[in-house]
């Protein structure tokens, strides 16, 4: 599968942004989609990440209550809802797509958030 992250950009702090990941294939229901970031100089961190079903998702402490990842079966498409946004959730920004029997992982590549104080 490859996926395209789109949807990054320039924010000032408390605003919002929409990210997509839109999957090539058939299969995308077969997939876990997950959100990663990974700012300068940090090592790449896991934000959230939905099941085939979007029945369940789950986040990192830092982004609950602000972030909410959601998916479009019928569109092939993941979403990171980013909402009162800080400063440093400035990072490079990956969507992951993890098959749910063989866990063979993919990447997209990286779309830049930048927050502005």
């Known amino acids: 599968v490859q996926l395209q992250a789109s949807g990054g950009g320039l924010v000032q702090a408390g605003g919002s942004l929409r990210l997509s990941c839109a999957a090539s294939?058939?299969?995308?229901?077969?997939?876990?989609m997950g959100w990663f970031r990974q700012a300068p100089g940090k090592e790449r961190e896991f934000v959230g990440t939905?099941?085939?079903?979007?029945?369940?998702?789950y986040y990192a402490d830092s982004v609950k209550g602000r972030f909410t990842v959601s998916r479009d079966n019928a569109k092939n498409t993941a979403y990171l809802q980013m909402s009162s946004l800080k400063p440093e959730d400035t990072a490079v920004y990956y969507c992951?797509?993890?098959?749910?029997?063989?866990?063979?992982?993919?990447w997209g590549k990286g779309t830049q958030v930048t927050v502005s104080s």
């Open positions: 992951n797509a993890r098959h749910t029997y063989s866990l063979t992982d993919y």
């Open positions: 294939g058939r299969t995308f229901s077969r997939y876990t």
């Open positions: 939905i099941i085939w079903s979007g029945g369940r998702t």
